[in-house]
């Protein structure tokens, strides 16, 4: 029996990548808290959830830690920890010829653990503040038991844990309107690992400020993916809306 829901889940892996080739949608929310503590340092919380599939499969859900100390104006260095709770896709990988199943990984649910330092700056000309971000972040995935089907032995193995590095570089402009509480924003952000530029990341949005404890955030972004990547990602347009409570 698991023999048979193998072959037929490897038959709709197998169908799902017909329609993989066009770019995919997305929806991001996000919550948020800030805390200044005193002039130099703050301290943050947030929680996400994101989704694919043309916003019909729940992608991940993560919660976060992070601390800012202030160096100089204009210049700050932060740290963080993420819990990220993804929901890996499914993988099929063939043999040599590329007509038969070597290995099939259905979709699951499982558990990563991701930390970063940054390094910012930003410097304001007229109205318009131009910021650069440094951030080198490690995301482990930690094993995960009976989840990778292996036809050849006929049995479930487990999924190796593994540890990655990206650095990731942001540009990013945003500006004052005078009398108007809309501020729109705009960046680009560089992924870089071990082969090279593994995507890009072009976003436009506004802020919107209430009463200065309240940040609610519209946004676009494009993802342009140019390497594979644990996440199986794909060139994806996403909407994100998210809200911000400092005090």
């Not at 131009?130 to 089907?149: C, D, F, G, M, S």
């Not at 032995?153 to 309107?177: P, T």
């Not at 990602?233 to 996403?238: G, K, P, R, T, Y």
């Amino acid at each position: 029996m698991r023999r048979l829901i193998a072959i037929i889940g490897v038959m709709l892996a197998t169908t799902a990548t017909t329609f993989a080739q066009s770019d995919d949608f997305g929806i991001w929310y996000e919550l948020g808290a800030e805390k200044k503590l005193s002039p130099k340092w703050n301290i943050g919380i947030e929680g996400e959830f994101r989704t694919r599939n043309n916003s019909r499969t729940a992608d991940r859900w993560n919660a976060g830690l992070s601390a800012e100390y202030k160096i100089i104006k204009g210049l700050k260095v932060s740290a963080g920890y993420t819990l990220l709770y993804n929901n890996n896709k499914e993988e099929l990988d063939l043999k040599s010829d590329g007509l038969r199943p070597n290995k099939w990984t259905p979709s699951y649910w499982g558990v990563r653990h991701r930390t970063n330092v940054s390094l910012s700056g930003n410097v304001d000309v007229g109205r318009l503040n131009i910021a650069l971000r440094e951030r080198w972040q490690y995301t482990y995935r930690p094993k995960a038991e009976e989840k990778k089907y292996d036809f050849d032995n006929e049995e479930w193995r487990s999924v190796k844990g593994k540890g990655k590095n990206v650095l990731r570089s942001r540009l990013q402009l945003s500006y004052d309107i005078p009398r108007w509480k809309f501020d729109p924003t705009a960046s680009a952000e560089m992924f870089n690992d071990k082969s090279g530029i593994a995507k890009m990341r072009y976003q436009v949005g506004v802020d919107y400020k209430y009463k200065k404890k309240h940040v609610f955030g519209l946004t676009y972004l494009y993802q342009d993916v140019n390497a594979d990547d644990d996440d199986n990602e794909v060139n994806s347009h996403i909407v994100g809306l998210s809200y911000k409570y400092k005090f």
